[in-house]
């Protein structure tokens, strides 16, 4: 059964920082491409960034690019999300996805149950 | 990016009526969609992909048509564990995109 448990998630300050975690369980985690989605209160779904399962390409949309960055370890079966310059528009529930491809470029056919994440003073 | 627009933003329903959602994408994105169902609290759960493919497990009463830049998710007839919001979401770019939701209320 395929498993994804976000954790890391809280209040932070804007300027803050903060890095979320996802451990993956279930399948072959270094065959699959990985995603962080976004949620905000009573929003619809962003997609936040990539990476590939295999060489590490890493994708981000222009909302976080410079300020997020996603990374893998593959010998932990895990997904990371640093996130760095925290704003108030980051408040989110942050989801971690599962690609249905090695490179990218699809759909997400499991989530994880997400993690709060606050940006407030 | 690709934008995606759902049509309506909400709907009433009652149990066995027939349910159409419309989902248009900015530009052609082929067959490249992919719907999803969430309820409150809740991740989402995929429902169907490459616009007509239905998910494994999941009930054949929902259906998904369409092509280039217009599509469809259709409940055949719709079930207290149907109401929900339901979302589009293109994957014919890196940059995924989603519509910005449908949500299916009871009449």
């Known amino acids: 059964e395929v498993q994804l448990l976000e954790s890391g998630g809280g209040l932070v300050q804007p300027g803050g920082s903060l890095r979320l975690s996802c451990a993956a369980s279930?399948?072959?985690?270094?065959?699959?491409?990985m995603n962080w989605l976004r949620q905000a209160p009573g929003k619809g779904l962003e997609w936040v960034s990539g990476?590939?399962?295999?060489?590490?390409?890493?994708y981000y949309a222009d909302s976080v690019r410079g300020r997020f960055t996603i990374s893998r370890d593959n010998s932990k079966n895990t997904l990371y999300l640093q996130m760095s310059s925290l704003r108030a528009d980051d408040t989110a529930v942050y989801y971690c996805?599962?690609?249905?491809?090695?490179?990218?470029?699809?759909?997400?056919?499991?989530w994880g149950q997400g993690t709060l994440v606050t940006v407030s003073s | 990016d690709i934008q995606m627009t759902q049509s309506p933003f909400t709907l009433s329903a009652s149990v066995g009526d027939r349910v159409t959602i419309t989902c248009r994408a900015s530009?052609?994105?082929?067959?490249?969609l992919a719907w999803y169902q969430q309820k409150p609290g809740k991740a989402p759960k995929l429902l169907i992909y490459?616009?007509?493919s239905l998910e494994s497990g999941v009930p054949s009463r929902f259906s998904g048509s369409g092509s280039g830049t217009e599509f469809t998710l259709t409940i055949s007839s719709l079930q207290p564990d149907d109401f929900a919001t339901y979302f589009c979401?293109?994957?014919?770019?890196?940059?995924?995109?989603f519509g910005q939701g449908t949500k299916v209320e009871i009449k």
């Open positions: 279930g399948f072959t985690f270094n065959t699959y491409a």
């Open positions: 979401q293109q994957y014919n770019s890196y940059s995924r995109t």
């Open positions: 530009q052609s994105i082929g067959s490249w």
């Open positions: 996805a599962k690609d249905t491809s090695l490179m990218g470029l699809s759909y997400f056919d499991y």
């Open positions: 490459r616009a007509s």
């Open positions: 990476i590939s399962g295999s060489d590490g390409g890493t």
